[in-house]
C-alpha cells in the first residue's frame, strides 16, 4: 500500500536520524492496528532497541514524535509497551482513494512480451464417462489459478490432457457393440458423454453378474474375474486397437467425438476453456520413445524380462517402472511424452499440473524423471495438488454410476436460484431472458464460490443448499451486494450526480470509511498472495470480507440522502471502487456479476 510505503521510508529516516543506524524495509514491521486499540498501522518497535539502547516505551515514543514532526501523514500516535499505534491523516486515505479510482485494474500486474511463461494443466477427463462433481472442483481450480496467475503478469498458456486411451474405453466400446443397439446421441437424445457413460456402467454391471456367476460355480473372486469372457473380450479389443485394426479405431473415434462434443457443452456452461488440448492417445508413443532415448544414455536400465525401469533409490525413492516387459506404456511415460510434446509446442518456464493430492508420489517422481531427461521446467514442475470433494452422504464411485454429474449439478443449482429469487420477489420487473440469466448467474455463482473458497489442499463437502444462501459466506451474498452497488450509481446517475476523477482533500471523513479504503487497497497485496500460495481461497475470502465491510456501512451510512455534496460523491466513489475490486476478485475466480438482482 502506497501509505505504508511512504511511512516506513519516513521510518527508516527516523531511526537514522535519531539513532544514527540505517535498517532495511524488512526490520519496519508495520501491521494494521488490532481493533481494540485506537489507530491505523502499528509499528513492532523491538528491533530497534539494540540501536536506541532504551525501553520499548521510550523508543516507541521518541520514534512517534519524530514521525509527527516529520510525516504529514501521521495525524497522531499512542505507545501500548513496545508498539507503536500510528493514526494516518484523513487526508491521506482520501487521496488513495483517488489513486485507486485512476486505475481501472488496480491490483492487476499488466502481462508483458517477456513475462514468464506458465503452462496449468487441468481437467484431465477420462473418455469413458462424463465429468462428475471431482472434475468441478478440477476445473474451477485451474481455471481461477490460471486467472490469478495472469494478474501476477505471467504469460499463461492453459491446457488439458484427455485420457482417450485404454482398457476403460475399451468397456464402453464392448458394452455399445453388444448390446448398444447402434444407439448414438441423436437417437437417444442424450449428451454423447452421458450416452457413453451409461455403457461403461452397464459393462460394469454385466461383469459383476458375470464374475457372481463363476463365483457361484465355486471359484474365488479372483478366479472369477480372471476367467470374466467380458474381460477377455475388452482386453482383446485393446489390443486391436493398439495394433491399429480399422474397425475397432473406426468405433472408438466415433464414440470419443460424441464425448467430446459432450465435454465441450459442460466446458462452456462452467465457463472454463483451454488454450491447447493434448490427446493421450497421440502422446504415449513419444513417451515410449523419450524413455528408450533415456535407456540408451543409461538414465534408465532394463530388467531380464524386457521391462525398462528407473532406479531413484539414491533420490530416497523406489524403482519405478516405465516400459512393461510386452513394450506397453504406463501413466509416467505418458506423462513424460505429453510433457515432450508440450515443451516443443512452447518455450514453458514453469509447469503446473492441477491434480488430486492421492496422485502426490507420481508428481514428485514424473519432477525427477523430466529432470533427468533434460526438460528445463522438470525440477521446477508444480503439482498444485488437492483435496477430495465429497457430498454429505460420503464419496462417490463412477463405476456404480453413484457419481454426482457435473450437468445435473449445475442445472440443479440453476432451477434453486430460479426459485429462491422467485420467493424473494427479485425477478418480478425483469424480461423472462434476464430473470433466466440472473439465475444462471447466481446458481453458478454459489456453486463455484463454494468451491473455491475453501483451501485446494483441504477435503471438502460440496453441500448444495448451504452455498446458495443469499447470507452468509457464500457467493450470493457477495453478487446481491455488488448488484446493491451497481443500483445506488443507476440512481446517482439519473439524479444527475457526476462523479469526480479527483475528491477533494478538505472534508473529514469516518473510521469505518477509512477502514473501507484499507481494504480496497490491500486486494494488490491479496492477488499477490494468491499467486504466491496457488491460492483462489485468498481471493474468495478477502472478497467476503470487504463486501461484510461495506455492508456494514451501508447499513450505518446515508449515501444518496446525505446532504453535504462532497461528503456524498466521496461515498459514491468508494462505493464505485468496492464494486470494481468485488468484479475483479469474482472474475478472477471465474464467477459473473449481475448489474442487478
Partial sequence: MVIERQISEAIKAGIKELYGADVTADQVQLQKTKKEFKGHLTLVVFPFLRMSRKSPEQTAQEIGEYLSSHEPAIAEFNVIKGFLNLTVACSRWIDLLNSINGEPEYGIIPVGEKAPLVMIEYSSPNTNKPLHLGHVRNNLLGYSLANILKANGNRIIKTNIVNDRGIHICKSMLAWKKWGNGATPESTGKKGDHLIGDFYVLFSNKLKEEVNALEAKGMSKEEAEANSSLMAKAREMLRKWEAGDKETRDLWAMMNNWVYAGFDETYKMLGVDFDKIYYESQTYLEGKKKVLEGL?????????????????????????????????????????????????????????????????????????????????????????????????????????????????????????????????????????????????????????????????????????????????????????????????????????????????????????????????????EIVKEAGRLYSPACIANYTYDLVKEYNQFYHDFSILREENMDLKKFRLVLSANVAKIVKSGMGLLGIEVPERM
Fill in 296 to 524: 540408451e544414455k543409461g538414465i534408465f536400465y532394463r530388467r531380464d524380462d524386457g521391462s525398462v525401469w528407473a532406479d531413484l533409490t539414491k533420490e530416497g525413492l523406489d524403482e519405478k517402472l516405465l516400459l512393461r516387459a510386452d513394450g506397453t506404456s504406463v501413466y509416467m511415460t505418458q506423462d513424460i511424452g505429453t510433457a515432450k510434446l508440450r515443451f516443443d509446442d512452447y518455450p514453458i518456464d514453469k509447469m503446473i499440473y492441477v491434480v488430486g493430492n492421492e496422485q502426490n508420489y507420481h508428481f514428485q517422481v514424473l519432477s525427477i524423471l523430466l529432470d533427468k531427461l533434460g526438460f528445463e521446467f522438470g525440477k521446477g514442475l508444480v503439482h498444485f495438488s488437492y483435496g477430495m470433494v465429497e457430498l454429505p452422504e460420503g464419496k462417490m464411485k463412477s463405476r456404480e454410476g453413484t457419481v454426482v454429474d457435473a450437468d445435473d449439478l449445475m442445472a440443479e443449482m440453476i432451477d434453486t436460484a430460479r426459485e429462491i429469487s422467485k420467493e424473494l420477489g427479485k425477478i418480478e420487473e425483469m424480461t423472462p431472458e434476464e430473470a433466466e440469466d440472473i439465475a444462471r448467474i447466481v446458481g453458478l455463482g454459489s456453486l463455484k464460490y463454494f468451491i473455491l473458497k475453501v483451501d485446494p489442499r483441504k477435503n471438502m463437502t460440496f453441500n448444495p443448499k448451504e452455498s446458495i444462501d443469499f447470507n452468509g459466506n457464500t457467493g450470493p451474498f457477495i453478487q446481491y451486494t455488488y448488484a446493491r452497488i451497481r443500483s445506488v450509481l443507476r440512481k446517482a446517475a439519473e439524479q444527475r450526480i457526476e462523479l469526480p476523477e479527483r475528491l477533494p482533500l478538505t472534508f473529514s471523513i469516518s473510521e469505518k470509511e477509512e477502514n473501507l479504503i484499507q481494504m480496497i487497497a490491500d486486494y494488490a
